[in-house]
């Protein structure tokens, strides 16, 4: 198994640009999240989703869609890049809501 | 909303003594979740211990234990014969039953040989 995989690891986006993180998952977990981690703020709830075809918004959903259209993959839209959004990214899944949690590497997105 | 605090920004410890790190949290809820999650420098998020709400025993893995106080809301961890490789963040986490999880702001320790 490949566990919890993100893609890209870096980007440099620059302001007003569009972009998607990739996130999957080859363990047939059926919960899957987005993160984001700040300096001195921890992580925030982006998004997550229960199952395909379900997602629910977290703490900080404002300037990111999500969808998913299959069990393993859970990508993240950037649709109009903002300095604020600068940020790691982290994507988690887990077999069910309460079970343990894996993370992905994170991606490091930097916006200019 | 559900809050998270962790009151300790730093901690350190000599290597083979005991650390503990507080946790708490703010919720209406009855059923619910609470995690501790360690970050080392690599990044990565490791899960170190889990405790359900609803079961009063204190979770225990090898040398990490957790002082579960449902109703003065506090999770601390404790970690025993402290290793250098436990110098990380480490993150308290809260989860409702409808699977939000909320994060501390995190404890960094350093381990001191």
């Known amino acids: 198994n490949a566990g919890v995989t993100q893609t890209p690891k870096f980007q440099v986006l620059k302001t007003g640009q569009s972009m998607t993180l990739q996130c999957a998952q080859d363990?047939?977990?059926?919960?899957m999240s987005w993160y984001r981690q700040d300096p001195g703020m921890g992580l925030r709830l982006i998004h997550y989703?229960?199952?395909?075809?379900?997602?629910d918004q977290g703490e900080v959903p404002n300037g990111y869609n999500v969808s998913r259209s299959t069990t393993e993959d859970f990508p993240l839209r950037l649709l109009s890049a903002a300095p604020s959004q600068t940020s790691v990214y982290f994507c988690?899944?887990?077999?069910?809501?309460?079970?343990?949690?894996?993370f992905g590497p994170g991606t490091r997105l930097t916006v200019t | 909303a559900q809050t998270v605090t962790q009151s300790q920004p730093e901690m350190s410890v000599q290597e083979a003594e005991t650390v503990t790190l507080s946790c708490t949290y703010d919720?209406?809820?009855?059923?619910?979740?609470l995690f501790w999650y360690k970050q080392p420098p690599s990044r990565q998020m490791i899960l170190v211990i889990r405790?359900?709400?609803?079961?009063?025993q204190n979770a225990t893995e090898n040398r990490f234990s957790v002082n579960f106080q449902k109703a003065a809301k506090s999770f601390s961890l404790k970690i025993s014969d402290s290793q250098l490789g436990d110098t990380a963040m480490y993150f308290c986490?809260?989860?409702?039953?409808?699977?939000?999880?909320?994060f501390g702001q995190g404890t960094t320790l350093q381990v001191k040989p």
């Open positions: 919720t209406s809820e009855n059923n619910y979740y």
């Open positions: 363990m047939n977990h059926e919960y």
């Open positions: 988690a899944s887990s077999y069910s809501v309460a079970g343990v949690q894996y």
């Open positions: 986490a809260f989860m409702n039953p409808s699977g939000k999880l909320i």
């Open positions: 405790q359900e709400a609803y079961k009063q």
């Open positions: 989703s229960v199952g395909a075809g379900i997602t």
